[in-house]
């Protein structure tokens, strides 16, 4: 149905517009008694076969809703009863800043994917923190994006991702630090060896001031060659870094069947979905193996399918999120993905007893 008939009619409006209408009927259609036990009955799988032990948390499954859906942490209740065992929110900036100039999302249907320029437009740390401090519902797993604001020079970026940093530290359970978005001037920059070890470091020197350690994983660029990969994981070894992220969205445009003079006025921005399944999964798997499998991974970019998502898993992903996925395929991707997952690892039980 959703991609038959409701899809269609999403799809009439721009993507910001509809992502901003979405947010806010959720938030009002959730406060009608019921409707959240309902969708929690259409769209959860409680089965204990699903828990999935990561970095000292349990999730209750291992598909989660990646960062960009609920950039001021208001709705990640409501995202969660469609399925998601964990959430996360951001990217959070130090202060509110309202991103880049409109539009700057755009979908490109032949090919199934978006290109996105939103440039970390979010209401500020100390909005999120207010908001993370709402009571969650129970078993929801919730992680911070970090990033810094578009107005800070990278000399001093380290003072951005500290401050969120110890902003919003008690209302999540984990942290990802965000240095790979294409939708911020140079922050890309911020992934040489040199800065990225500053950030990092500091962070982790934080860390160890808090009373309860929760983990840091750094997410990666789809677009780093395997030189510049393998350095990456060379300082989040040094750091003891808890685990990465792969990937973000990607400024390479190749192999797209939506024409040339589509893409070109469209111009920059980070593109996902569809088009970077097949360099997401390579990521993944060349972190797994140059790893030998110790570095714990969360697979995002390209997941658009059950199958994309069992081939994450293969590759050595031990969570996934969903974003380009949700929004093409509907809010049953989850669950689909959860099924699929459960009678794998079900038929793997049987056959060891």
């Known amino acids: 149905m959703y991609r038959i008939l409701i899809r269609p009619l999403l799809f009439l409006l721009p993507p910001e517009t509809i992502h901003r209408l979405l947010v806010s009927f959720l938030r009002i259609a959730f406060k009608i008694p019921g409707i959240r ?96 401090r709402t009571k969650r519902p129970k078993g929801l797993v919730l992680g911070g994006n970090i990033g810094k604001n578009t107005q800070t020079p990278n000399e001093e970026a380290v003072s951005d991702y500290e401050a969120v940093f110890r902003t919003i530290y008690n209302g999540v359970d984990y942290f990802v630090v965000n240095v790979s978005c294409p939708n911020i001037t140079d922050l890309h920059k911020l992934q040489d060896q040199e800065s990225l070890e500053l950030i990092l470091g500091r962070v982790l020197e934080i ?60 111009a920059n921005g980070g593109m996902s979905g569809a088009p970077i399944t097949k360099r997401s999964l390579e990521v ?22 059950v199958q994309d998502a069992m081939n994450m898993f293969d590759a050595g992903a031990t969570l996934i999120q969903l974003y380009t996925g949700f929004i093409y395929e509907g809010p049953a991707l989850a669950k689909r993905i959860n099924r699929a997952l459960l009678k794998s690892r079900s038929q793997q039980g049987s056959q060891t007893t």
């Open 37 to 132: 036990y309902l969708v929690m009955r259409i769209y959860h799988i409680a089965d204990p076969t699903l828990q999935t032990e990561f970095l000292g948390m349990t999730f209750s499954n291992p598909v989660g809703l990646a960062a960009g859906f609920d950039k001021n942490a208001e709705a990640y209740r409501e995202f969660h009863a469609f399925g998601f065992s964990f959430i996360e929110v951001g990217t959070v900036t130090p202060k509110g800043q309202p991103g880049n100039p409109r539009p700057r999302s755009f979908r490109i249907k032949k090919d199934r994917g978006l290109i996105n320029r939103m440039g970390f437009n979010n209401h500020g740390a100390e909005a999120a923190a207010a908001k993370l």
């Open 207 to 266: 860390r160890k001031e808090m009373p309860v350690s929760k983990p840091v994983l750094l997410k990666i660029s789809p677009d780093l060659n395997s030189k510049q990969l393998d350095e990456t994981l060379e300082i989040v070894d040094r750091l003891k870094l808890d685990g990465i992220v792969a990937n973000n969205t990607t400024i390479t445009r190749e192999g797209l069947k939506t024409p040339a003079e589509e893409i070109r006025a469209i």
């Open 284 to 305: 993944v798997r060349h972190i797994h193996e140059k790893t030998g499998g110790k570095l714990p991974i969360i697979a995002v970019g390209g997941i658009m399918t």
